[in-house]
């Protein structure tokens, strides 16, 4: 477990383009065989990946965490960005197709990730992107497939930002003490997402980006609105928002991103627009 400490937005003008990157940016979420994960004292949120290549894997339960277990005084979301691979949670077993989101609540002592064995899988197997926040009661772990969750079609062709947004945990879905997640795909020809932008003082956000073309990037706007910075982001790369920043980017092509959050409150539209001639 790597652990980042908490920035303020007066630190920010400060730092180079290698200690933006080194604080918001992690580069290598999914590593073949292994968990691996980063804590940041932002909202006290865990985020990182389990990639099964072939073997079954234990969610580990890291020092850092001064718990029994990974999950006894937290909960997690999990949304597979792989080929089908299954999670299973206290002896309970979840088959997570591509673009699947399991949740999974405070209390769970035992949760292992492997792959399916689904035939013709171009996808290859699982790589379960995996987001962790604290917890003060146990809601049911609960698995919803990718037509399930709650869809937003948002932007316009015009603006090259048409997307559709599909929530998974939030407060009309599957239920949580703080996290919200969800997935957003932009549309072929569009390359913006978040704009016009926003920030919410009450949670902490963090971006995956993938289906990211090999030879494209996304180039991530964050800071304070009238102090922003940017940070260029590769396929299946994750960003550190915190609660003063906003996060907006656009691609050379389009892609998606999973979204999820934590912090004061669970109301997805909570937060505070930024028209775009007041960025700075």
Same mark, same amino acid.
């Given at each position: 477990?790597?652990?980042?400490?908490?920035?303020?937005?007066?630190?920010?003008?400060?730092?180079?383009?290698?200690?933006?990157?080194?604080?918001?940016?992690?580069?290598?979420?999914?590593?073949? #065989?292994?968990?691996?994960?980063?804590? $940041?004292?932002? !909202?006290?949120? *865990?985020?990182?990946? /389990?990639?099964?290549? +072939? &073997?079954?894997?234990?969610?580990?339960?890291?020092?850092?965490?001064?718990?029994?277990?990974?999950?006894?005084?937290?909960?997690?979301?999990?949304?597979?960005?792989?080929?089908?691979?299954?999670?299973?949670?206290?002896?309970?077993?979840?088959?997570?197709?591509?673009?699947?989101?399991?949740?999974? #609540?405070?209390?769970?002592?035992?949760? $292992?990730?492997? !792959?399916?064995? *689904?035939?013709?899988? /171009?996808?290859?197997? +699982? &790589?379960?992107?995996?987001?962790?926040?604290?917890?003060?009661?146990?809601?049911?772990?609960?698995?919803?497939?990718?037509?399930?969750?709650?869809?937003?079609?948002?932007?316009?062709?015009?603006?090259?930002?048409?997307?559709?947004?599909?929530?998974?945990?939030?407060?009309?879905?599957?239920?949580?003490?703080?996290?919200?997640?969800?997935? $957003?795909?932009?549309?072929?020809?569009?390359?913006?997402?978040?704009?016009?932008?926003?920030?919410?003082?009450?949670?902490?956000?963090?971006?995956?980006?993938?289906?990211?073309?090999?030879?494209?990037?996304?180039?991530?706007?964050?800071?304070?609105?009238?102090?922003?910075?940017?940070?260029?982001?590769?396929?299946?790369?994750?960003?550190?928002?915190?609660?003063?920043?906003?996060?907006?980017?656009?691609?050379?092509?389009?892609?998606?991103?999973?979204?999820?959050?934590?912090?004061?409150?669970?109301?997805?539209?909570?937060?505070?627009?930024?028209?775009?001639?007041?960025?700075?």
């Amino acid at each position: 477990m790597e652990q980042r400490y908490a920035t303020s937005p007066d630190q920010l003008p400060r730092f180079a383009t290698a200690e933006l990157r080194e604080r918001f940016l992690i580069e290598e979420v999914f590593v073949p #065989g292994e968990v691996s994960v980063v804590y $940041t004292h932002h !909202d006290r949120i *865990v985020l990182g990946g /389990a990639v099964p290549a +072939g &073997q079954q894997l234990a969610l580990p339960t890291f020092d850092e965490l001064r718990s029994e277990f990974f999950l006894a005084n937290r909960e997690l979301g999990i949304i597979n960005i792989g080929g089908a691979g299954t999670v299973t949670a206290d002896g309970e077993t979840y088959v997570l197709p591509h673009g699947a989101c399991l949740y999974v #609540g405070m209390g769970t002592r035992d949760v $292992t990730f492997a !792959d399916a064995l *689904v035939a013709d899988d /171009a996808a290859g197997g +699982g &790589q379960f992107y995996l987001f962790s926040a604290p917890a003060h009661t146990t809601y049911p772990t609960t698995l919803v497939l990718p037509d399930q969750g709650t869809v937003r079609e948002l932007g316009d062709q015009v603006t090259s930002n048409r997307r559709t947004l599909t929530q998974y945990i939030h407060m009309n879905g599957v239920q949580s003490c703080q996290i919200l997640m969800g997935v $957003t795909r932009l549309h072929p020809g569009s390359m913006w997402n978040t704009m016009p932008a926003h920030t919410h003082d009450r949670r902490t956000e963090c971006y995956l980006y993938f289906d990211v073309p090999q030879d494209a990037r996304v180039i991530h706007l964050m800071g304070e609105p009238t102090e922003t910075r940017h940070l260029v982001v590769a396929d299946r790369q994750a960003v550190i928002s915190p609660s003063w920043s906003l996060h907006s980017g656009v691609g050379t092509s389009a892609y998606s991103f999973v979204w999820a959050m934590a912090g004061e409150n669970k109301s997805f539209d909570d937060m505070d627009p930024v028209p775009a001639p007041s960025l700075r």
